[in-house]
């Protein structure tokens, strides 16, 4: 059975610099990296020492409140250094990595065959547990609660997207061992959501044991908050897991070969990049790899992800553990002579205030100005034209700000995650950090409920 889902309400973000679907097997990195900060909520205990030798699933940290949460490394190497923040906090464990890469060895057998406790098991020890986040909290999922359903996006729409048909070709039988791992662990449907646009690979619509939706529309038809929305709502209770397509992959590696296989494909994003293509890499790895030689002069912005909800970092930084997009656009460093006041052709904005609506297929090249200062957030109607889900957003911002759980939990705190207001934060006329406020409502919530 398959459902065709129309989203009406969204913006599309046309951008230059989307990648040519060629693949380009990257040299391997100097260093690779595994960033606690990826992963919110985490107190992270260190298992290893610089100096110490890994292989590709060695255990680098754990959750110190969850010992059987463990992060893995993702090649087999020397560990060369432990990067602190404040008040010691751990930033980085950075793994230099061997010619050849050794693995851990991890249960090796059919899904289907295997109990429930021994698939978490066997993710947990893999250190691809991680890879599987729940609603509400947009957190990293519990092994030892059960979802409702778990969910597979297996399209993007955000700002030069990666076309994951092109990523996953010829992997039907990874993808399928994956799916039968997530079927053990779900108490109800395993939903993949295709577009409906493009026909689907047939990794995806030959998919044994799930349920196939397909959406229609602009961005955040993509977003995985989106679809739960449209599909099965979380209310207050319930629980739904999310997973990557690229990860749903690594865990069939897991039971097919009984390695922690981190290989990924990515696309090499951005208008600020000389040729956009797809690189066949490592989790982890540092950017430089991939971008070296590759990128225009001038000063510009590395993006772990994409342009709406990416992460900053710099040119010898590394890849972020959810991300399969690196974005390279212009910093935002020069004055604009007439600001506003000038027709705007090559300006992209939502509205009639430029020439250029007269140009809907028009590609744009956009830098890190915000276009004006702060102010106090105004009603203006915007947030309401691109947010699709059926809760009032400026309504439950406020009742964020104000800390009113009871208020927050009746206007759908339970359904979103920071994504979900990217493009609120994108049109906001009062240049507000959205996303941090439903991050800070969120955990609000995770202390209340706890």
């Not at 679907?21 to 391997?28: Q, T």
């Not at 090796?108 to 698939?119: D, G, I, M, N, T």
């Not at 961005?219 to 989106?226: A, E, I, L």
């Not at 212009?330 to 609506?357: A, C, N, R, T, V």
Request: hydrophobic content about 40%; overall charge neutral.
């Amino acid at each position: 059975m398959s459902d065709k889902i129309t989203i009406k309400r969204g913006l599309d973000i046309r951008l230059k610099g989307k990648a040519e679907k060629i693949f380009v097997k990257a040299g391997m990195a100097e260093l690779f990296g595994v960033k606690p900060t990826d992963f919110h909520g985490l107190m992270p205990k260190l298992a290893v020492k610089v100096g110490d030798i890994v292989k590709a699933g060695s255990v680098l940290f754990y959750d110190k409140y969850q010992p059987e949460m463990k992060f893995t490394s993702p090649v087999s190497g020397q560990v060369q250094t432990i990067n602190r923040g404040e008040r010691r906090r751990i930033l980085e464990v950075i793994v230099k990595p061997d010619d050849a890469i050794e693995y851990e060895s991890f249960e090796k057998e059919e899904p289907s065959a295997l109990s429930r406790e021994k698939v978490i098991k066997n993710i947990l020890d893999s250190g691809l547990w991680p890879a599987i986040r729940q609603r509400p909290y947009n957190v990293i999922a519990k092994p030892d609660e059960t979802p409702k359903s778990i969910f597979i996006s297996a399209f993007d729409t955000v700002p030069l997207a990666p076309d994951y048909d092109f990523i996953v070709k010829g992997m039907e039988k990874e993808f399928q061992a994956g799916v039968d791992s997530l079927i053990k662990l779900c108490g109800g449907k395993v939903h993949l959501n295709v577009d409906s646009e493009y026909p689907p690979s047939s990794v995806f619509t030959q998919a044994q044991g799930v349920q196939i939706n397909r959406f229609k529309g602009p961005h955040p038809s993509g977003n995985v908050g989106t679809q739960i929305h449209f599909i099965d709502p979380v209310n207050k209770g319930d629980i739904v897991w999310t997973i990557a397509p690229q990860d749903v992959i690594a865990i069939g590696r897991l039971f097919m070969y009984g390695q922690y296989d981190a290989s990924r494909i990515i696309a090499l994003t951005g208008s600020e990049v000389l040729k956009p293509k797809y690189y066949k890499t490592i989790a982890g790895c540092c950017i430089r790899s991939i971008t070296e030689e590759n990128i225009k002069e001038g000063n510009v912005r590395y993006i772990s992800g994409n342009v709406l909800t990416g992460t900053k970092v710099t040119k010898n930084g590394f890849l972020g553990y959810y991300d399969s997009q690196i974005t390279v656009i212009p910093e935002g460093d020069q004055y604009e002579f007439m600001g506003w006041l000038s027709p705007g052709f090559d300006k992209y904005s939502i509205s009639y205030s430029f020439w250029s609506w007269l140009l809907p297929r028009k590609e744009y090249k956009i830098n890190t100005n915000i276009k004006g200062g702060k102010r106090s957030l105004m009603i203006t109607g915007s947030f309401e034209k691109v947010f699709p889900m059926d809760i009032y957003p400026m309504q439950l911002l406020k009742a964020i700000i104000i800390e009113d759980i009871d208020l927050m939990e009746k206007l759908g705190i339970y359904e979103v995650a920071e994504e979900d207001f990217a493009l609120c934060e994108f049109v906001d006329t009062s240049k507000t950090n959205i996303q941090e406020i439903v991050r800070k409502g969120l955990d609000l919530m995770i202390k209340e409920m706890n």
